[in-house]
């Protein structure tokens, strides 16, 4: 047997705990995510991730009924703390306000990049960079 101090045991033994924990998690984590679904679709329950993702796919396949229930519905929508919305959401108001000018819609974005912090909720800074650019009229406080 080889002469392993009692500190290599130790690291051994807990980097084998650490792997078991990790992989304890990871199964938990599947198993709520597989019954949360299984939930959702058998009570008929939407989340509101669920329902941007839905929307998105509308647009994307160019539902045209659907986008132009939308704009004749909303012909001018006001989004505040729009540094906040996520890939998805931006994707959509691009598709449905901005790209499609020939529409008589209009889209007012409120919004400071500086602000942004909802990352972890999937805000996407560079959504907002790039929509920033297809933006006709652009205004800044100066003031708050």
Do not use: H, W
């Amino acid at each position: 047997m080889k002469n392993i101090s009692i500190c290599k045991l130790i690291d051994n033994v807990l980097y084998k705990i650490k792997d078991l924990y990790k992989f304890i998690i990871i199964k938990c984590f599947k198993y709520i995510k597989k019954k949360y679904f299984f939930f959702k679709k058998n009570n008929f329950l939407l989340s509101f991730n669920d329902l941007i993702i839905k929307i998105n796919n509308l647009i994307k396949n160019k539902n045209r009924y659907f986008i132009n229930l939308i704009r004749n519905n909303y012909p001018i929508i006001f989004i505040d703390e729009f540094q906040d919305t996520d890939f998805l959401q931006c994707n959509i108001f691009n598709k449905i306000y901005i790209q499609n000018k020939e529409f008589n819609t209009k889209i007012i974005l409120i919004g400071d990049p500086k602000q942004s912090i909802y990352t972890f909720r999937g805000a996407n800074i560079f959504s907002y960079i790039k929509i920033k650019k297809n933006i006709d009229f652009l205004y800044n406080f100066n003031v708050n």
